[in-house]
């Protein structure tokens, strides 16, 4: 299994700002995830982040809106960038080493704007 | 494309059984169990894969038909830390993408 940390765990935000939020890893894994879930929803893919390469974005998603970094193995970070009100949400990341392994989660971060 | 779950929502007794079903439009190449306690991370179930091989959680079974593209987790002698909410995850070519979800709650 993977342990996995994520920071910011909550934060809330004016709208038009940005937030960065962390995903640290304690082993090597190949594919790394983004998800974000809604009050009461199920988990919605925005984008699958491989080391080396950009990430590639769900539909509904664009880079602009939510930059991904994977610099190495173990971290990505995944940024929401011009901020409303729409965007508050939990953002999870994931681990795997192939999409049909087992995934882990990392705790989430719940953002709230303003 | 999203696989819709049903029911969408479960309440049970303590020992009773339920059964929760995810069926997908789309050809499947594995279907992932998951359970989300409010508040909590997702947690990892159990995998189904084509041509009958599963892993995961030893107290809790499933199945998965290819050919109708569903799939089914049966929890059996419920307890109360079987509630929360269930995920089915259905795999296409690099990604898993997650069901509608259904709550279940346990109760004494």
């Known amino acids: 299994s993977a342990v996995i940390s994520q920071k910011p765990s909550r934060d809330i935000c004016q709208r038009g700002t940005s937030l960065t939020i962390q995903c640290q890893v304690d082993?090597?894994?190949?594919?790394m995830f983004w998800y974000r879930q809604q009050p009461g929803q199920s988990l919605t893919l925005i984008a699958t982040?491989?080391?080396?390469?950009?990430?590639?974005?769900e539909s509904g998603f664009v880079i602009d809106k939510f930059p991904i970094s994977r610099p190495n193995l173990t971290f990505s970070t995944l940024t929401v960038s011009n901020m409303s009100p729409e965007d508050s949400s939990i953002y999870l990341c994931?681990?795997?080493?192939?999409?049909?392994?087992?995934?882990?989660f990392g705790p989430g971060t719940r953002l709230t704007v303003l | 494309q999203q696989p819709v779950q049903s029911p969408q929502a479960v309440i049970l007794r303590e020992g009773e059984d339920a059964v929760i079903n995810c069926s997908s439009s789309k050809a499947l190449y594995s279907v992932h169990w998951y359970r989300q306690k409010h508040g909590e991370a997702p947690v990892f179930l159990m995998i189904?894969?084509?041509?009958?091989e599963q892993k995961g959680h030893e107290k809790i079974s499933a199945s998965f038909n290819e050919k109708k593209q569903q799939s089914s987790l049966y929890l059996t002698a419920s307890q109360l830390s079987y509630s929360g909410t269930y995920f089915c995850g259905t795999e296409i070519p690099d990604k898993l993408i997650f069901g509608t979800g259904t709550r279940l709650q346990v109760f004494p």
């Open positions: 082993s090597q894994v190949t594919m």
């Open positions: 982040a491989n080391q080396g390469s950009e990430a590639t974005y």
């Open positions: 189904l894969l084509k041509g009958g």
């Open positions: 994931s681990v795997g080493r192939r999409a049909r392994d087992t995934q882990y």
